[in-house]
């Protein structure tokens, strides 16, 4: 099955940059759509980003538009979110999820990345 390690997580003061890594294995690494959830205290999960299994189309969340940009790399299996000028809202644990390509959902996920974003 597929399994989805993150790293790159850290202590960041506001309007810093951090770069989130995926390592992908397990199946087929170009036949998943990639996405990047957050899950800050006391709320609920929420979408970040996407790109799809070609890199051809990218998807942000609003609150992130014009500061993250996500990338993936079939020939590494890996999926970055590259993250500037941070916020504390930007404060949560950062999930990998990994969905393939025709399936509704994401079902695959990793363990999760904190990233903190002080003031």
């Known amino acids: 099955q597929v399994q989805l390690v993150e790293s790159g997580g850290g202590l960041v003061q506001a309007g810093g940059s951090l770069r989130l890594s995926c390592a992908f294995s397990?199946?087929?690494?170009?036949?998943?759509?990639m996405g990047w959830f957050r899950q800050a205290p006391g709320k609920d999960r929420e979408f970040v980003a996407a790109v799809d299994w070609s890199a051809g189309s990218r998807r942000y969340a609003d609150s992130v538009k014009g500061r993250f940009s996500i990338s993936r790399d079939n020939a590494k299996n890996t999926v970055n979110l590259q993250m500037n000028s941070l916020k504390p809202e930007d404060t949560a644990i950062y999930y990998c999820?990994?969905?393939?390509?025709?399936?509704?959902?994401?079902?695959?996920w990793g363990q999760g990345t904190q990233v903190t974003v002080s003031s």
């Open positions: 999820a990994g969905r393939l390509y025709g399936a509704s959902v994401f079902g695959s």
């Open positions: 397990g199946r087929t690494f170009s036949s998943y759509d």
